[in-house]
């Protein structure tokens, strides 16, 4: 943990700040260990500061790394503008991709005569996205536990079970082998409602002879985990079988992609000419992946947009899918380490066609 603080430090006089106030919850997390809702680290000049409020006094306490002081506070901001050192000039920078204009300007209001905000928005984020060993430990914990908890759910089947039954069941599952939560509101999507790629679970029977998306992930420890798979109900419109068979070659084509150097746009490509040469390329509406960490969805990008090459100890999702509306939709993900000399797979479920009755 203290790595993490020296190499932050280390960025501050390239950005141009003093001090530097990390407000988003899970850079807050990643950085001094506390887990609260509420909560503003303070770091430099000397300073290694957590301003919280009085519901978190003895959590943090618990919680924050050595090296870390608590400042108790009924009003966050005012409690981070009281915390600066006193005198002199301070650049502080704040994170400016997260922190909203309104309390921008209100802490502008705080702050004494000579300090200065400056935007310094991803001094954290950017570190987070390479994870170290106790990080990916934590990672590769949340994918076993949520592909245990599926395998759980679909010994007993699919068709006849309502989409929302279905979710709800994978949730509880994840939860009772030792999930602190559901890493997102799972999602299970049948027959048409498939080609949503962010469907809403229904009270809607799943059907024989279609495709069912399933989209879960678990939080464990603090970290997330994401995959997705699709599976068969029985006997399929052949239309739907070639679906599956040209996301899985895309898919499989992208994970053979990904190792250190590439950018994100680049392992996006690979997958996107695929499924283009299919004819499909208008059903492939979304990014090939994202970052999971401390946040199910951070960075890097992999995108058309994404510009960050891939560094390892990153953590990403390889997620093409094909979404034919009023049809069907296929996305088969795994989540992936970002590995020396290529990528280690974490998602252990089988991608092979298979049918869950």
Known sequence: MTDRVQRLEATLAQRGVDVLLVSERHDVRWLTGFSGSSGAALLGAGMRTLVTDFRYLTQSAEELHAG??????????????????????????????????????????????????????????????????????????????????????????????????????????????????????????????????????????????????????????????????????????????????????????????????????DVDAVARAIIDAAGHGEHFGHGLGHGVGLDVHEGPRLSKQGDEALRAGMVVTIEPGVYVPGATGVRIEDLVVVTADGAEVLSSLSKAFQVVG
Not at 159 to 176: K, Q
Not at 229 to 258: K, N, S
């Open 68 to 265: 870390w002081a608590t400042e108790i506070a009924s009003d966050l901001l005012r409690g981070v503008a009281q915390a600066l050192p006193a005198e002199g000039a301070v650049r502080l920078g704040f994170d400016d991709a997260n922190l909203s204009v309104r309390d921008r300007d209100k802490l502008a209001g705080l702050v004494r005569e000579g300090v200065a905000l400056v935007g310094a928005g991803g001094a954290v984020t950017a570190l987070r996205a390479i994870k170290d060993a106790a990080e990916l430990d934590r990672v590769r914990a949340a994918a076993r536990l949520a592909d245990t908890a599926l395998q759980t759910v679909l010994a007993d089947g699919l068709v006849g079970r309502t989409e929302r039954d279905v979710a709800l069941e994978i949730e509880i599952a994840m939860r009772r082998l030792g999930a602190e939560a559901a890493a997102f509101e799972p999602i299970v999507a049948s027959g048409p409602h498939a080609a949503l790629p962010h469907a809403q679970p229904r009270d809607v029977v799943i059907a024989a002879g279609t495709l069912c998306v399933i989209d879960w992930g678990a939080r464990l420890d603090g970290y997330a985990s994401d995959c997705t798979r699709t599976f068969a109900t029985g006997e399929l419109d052949p239309r739907d079988r070639a679906i599956y068979d040209l996301v899985l070659h895309a898919q499989e084509a992208a994970l053979q992609a990904v190792r250190p150097g590439p950018l994100g746009r």
